[in-house]
DNA sequence: TATGAATGAGTGTTCATTCAT
DNA sequence: GATGAATGAACACTCATTCAT
C-alpha cells in the first residue's frame, strides 16, 4: 500500500505522531487508520489491539529515551556540560513529540499498575547517576546545596513542562509560532543559568 | 434532590472532584451523575451537554486560580515574599486539583481553538505583573538577568510539574505515598532558591 | 414504545420466538432488536450484554419446563396415564418452541460448564422419579424389562427428535406443513403404544 | 503442502473433524485452515466461500449415508436383523461424527430452502423401502400396527437423539464419559426391544 | 499452487443526548 | 425539577473474502 510494503512500521510511526506530536492521546483506530492512510482493520491485523499498538508504541519510544538519557548521564564530561547536554536532548526530543511526558502523565494517572511499562525499568536511577558529581560541585561552590532528587526534578521540569503546556504559554505570554520556538531554543541557557550559581 | 435545589452547584462541584482530583479525565456523563447522585439526564437539564458542563468548570476554576494568582502578584509584598506566596499557591492548588493542569494541557491540545477559555482573559499578563519588581531585583544582584517570560515559566514549571508527574516521580525516585508528599513540602524552599541566586 | 410499557418483556418474548421458535440459534443482538422493533441498544438498556439476555431466557424456559415436568411425573395417576402427560406436554411445549432442545444442545456442545443452567439443578433425576413405578409395571407385564435411564431416553427421544427434524422430516417423507402438524398429533399414541407392549 | 496435492481432500476431512467430530458448528475460515494447517486463502482458492465448503461438506458425508441406509434398507435379510443392522450403522455414525444430526438440523432451521441438500434426493423415501416388509411382519404379529412413517421416526429418534444431546443425557443422568459409551452400546438391543414386541 | 496483505461489512457494546411524563 | 425509556452515532474488534505476487 504505502510506498514500500514496510506498513507495519508507517502505522507505528503515523500513530506515534497523533499520539505524541499532535497530542491526540485518546485516538481511535479510525483516526490512527486515517493517518498512516490504510484500512481500520490492518491495525488488529498487525497489532492485534489498539491497546497492543500503544504498548508498542511505548516501550519503542521510552526505552529510546532511557539508553539516550543514560548514555547522556554517564558520559566523562564536566557536570555542566553533563547537564548541557542532557537539557539539549530534553528539548530536542520534545519538539518532536512534544505530548509524549503528557502521555505518560495521563497513563500512569488512568493506569497507575502500567507506571513501570513508561519508566525505567533498572535500578539506576537519574538522581543517583549524578549524585557524586553534583555534591562535588555543591562542594566546589558552582551551585547551591540541593538533594540529586530536587536538583533532578528541578531540571525536568524546567525542560519538559514548557514542551508540554506550549498552548498554554502561547497563550498567556502572547508568542507566535515562531515566537514560541525561539522562546524553547533561548531556555537552554536560561535552565543552565538558572540551575547553577556561576554562569559561564 | 440533595437538600434544597442546590443540584445545579452540587453537580458542578462533584464534576470537579472527579474530573479534577480523582483523575477521571475522561468521565462519563453516568459517571458524574453517580458521583453527584442525581439521575443521568439532569446533567443535560442543567448543563445542555457535557462539553458544556466542562466549560463552564474550567471557567469557574481557571477564574478562581486566575483572581488568586493576580491578587498575590499585584500585593504590596518584597518580591521574593511574593514568589514565596505564589508558590506555596500553586501547591496547595496542586495538592487540592493534581489532575487540573494535565486536563488544561490535554484539552487545549485538542481544542487550540479553545485556549482562551483555560487562560487568562485579561490583557495583564502575569509576567507584565512582576516585570518591573523583577527587573528591579535583577539590579541589585538578588537574581542574576533574566526576563519575565523565562522567569515565569520557570517558576510555574517548577511549581506544575512535579505535581503532574507525580507517579513518574514516586516510581522513578522511589519514594512512597508520605515521602512524596513531604518531598513536595520540601520543594517551597527548593524552589525559591532555585530562582534567586543568594539565598536570604 | 411497543403496547403498554412493557418493553422489556417484549423483547424477552420476542428473542425466545426468534431463539427458541424460528430456530435462529445465532440470531445477533440486530435481529433480536428487528423482532421486537426497538431499537439494538434498548437489548443493552435492559439487560446488558446479549449473553445476559441468553442466560435470563434459559433460566425462564428451563425452569418452567422442569416444574411443569416434575409435576407431571410426581402426580398420583397410573403410570401409563402419567407417561401420557409427559408426552403430551412435550409435544405442546414443542410445537410452541421446536428448537428449544436444538439450543440447549448446541450450547452444551459449544460451553459443557454451562451445561447445568441449562439442566434440572436439582438431586431429583426423571429416571428416578419413575423408577418405581415402572419396575412395578414391568413385574406386572405391562411392558417389557427396561432400565429406567433407557426408558427416559427412549421417551424424550421420540417427543423430541420429530421436533427438532421438523424439516428433515418433512422433506424426508414429503409432507406438507398440516401433514406434518396432523403426524405430530398421532404421534402420542404412538409413541404410547411403542412404549407399552400390550395397549389397552 | 500436505504431502502431494491432496489438501483439497485434506481441508474437506479436517473441517469434517471440526465441524461434525468437535462440534465447532460455527468454525471460522482462521479455524479450518489451522485444523488443516494451510493457509486461510487458500480455503477460497479451492472451494471459493466457506458456504460453499460446508455445502460440498455435506454433499459428500449426506451422499455416503444415504449409500450406506439403502444399501442396509434393500439388503435380503429378514426384517428385524435390517433394522438391527441400520441401528448399528447410526450408532457407529453418531460416535463418528456425533454433531452431524445437530448441524443439519441448525441448518435446515436457519435456510429451510437448502433442506434438499441435506436430504435424500431420490424419490425412494425410507419409509417406502421397508413399507412391505413391515406390513409383513405387523400381520405376522411381531410388532404392533404401525405406519411405516412413525416407525421409521420413532427408530431414528432413538438412534439419533441420544448421540445428539450427550452433554444433556450425561449431565441429567450423572453419566461419566465411560459410562455414557457403556449406554450408548446397549441401546442396540433396547431400541430393538423396543420396536419389536417379541424380543428373541 | 500458495500466501501475506488488505478491506468492507458486520458484531456486541458504550455513550451522550432527547423525550414523554 | 426530575426521571426512565429510547435512540443514533461511534467504538474496538472480527471475519469472510479478494488481490497481487
New interface residues.
Given amino acids: 500500500m504505502i510506498a514500500e510494503a514496510q506498513t507495519e512500521v508507517v502505522i507505528k510511526e503515523k500513530a506515534k505522531i497523533l499520539f505524541f506530536q ?5 485516538a481511535t483506530t479510525q483516526e490512527i487508520a486515517d493517518e498512516a492512510g490504510v484500512n481500520r482493520a490492518l491495525i488488529h491485523y498487525y497489532f492485534r489491539s489498539r491497546e497492543h499498538l500503544m504498548d508498542l508504541l511505548l516501550e519503542e519510544i521510552v526505552t529510546a529515551k532511557k539508553n539516550r538519557k543514560r548514555a547522556i548521564l554517564l558520559a566523562e564530561v564536566p557536570f555542566r556540560q553533563k547537564i548541557a547536554n542532557y537539557i539539549e536532548d530534553a528539548l530536542e526530543q520534545g519538539l518532536q513529540y512534544p ?1 509524549l ?2 502521555f ?3 497513563e ?3 493506569n ?1 499498575e502500567k ?2 511499562l ?3 525499568k533498572d535500578k539506576l ?3 543517583e547517576l549524578i549524585k557524586d558529581q553534583l555534591e562535588a560541585e555543591i562542594r566546589k561552590g558552582a551551585l ?1 546545596p ?1 538533594s540529586a ?2 536538583f ?3 531540571l ?3 525542560c ?3 514542551l ?2 506550549k ?8 508568542m507566535s509560532d515562531s515566537t514560541y520556538h525561539q ?1 524553547l531554543l ?2 537552554k541557557e ?2 543552565l ?3 547553577f ?1 556561576n ?1 559561564h
Wanted: proline share 7%; net charge positive; aromatic share 8%.
Fill in positions: 499532535k497530542g491526540v492521546l485518546n505530548y511526558e503528557n505518560i502523565i495521563t500512569t494517572a488512568r497507575p507506571v513501570n513508561f519508566c525505567f536511577r537519574s538522581s547551591p540541593i532528587e530536587h533532578m526534578v528541578n525536568v521540569s524546567m519538559n513542562y514548557p508540554l503546556a498552548n498554554v504559554i502561547r497563550n498567556v505570554h502572547g522562546f533561548e531556555r536560561v535552565i543559568k538558572t540551575l550559581t554562569p
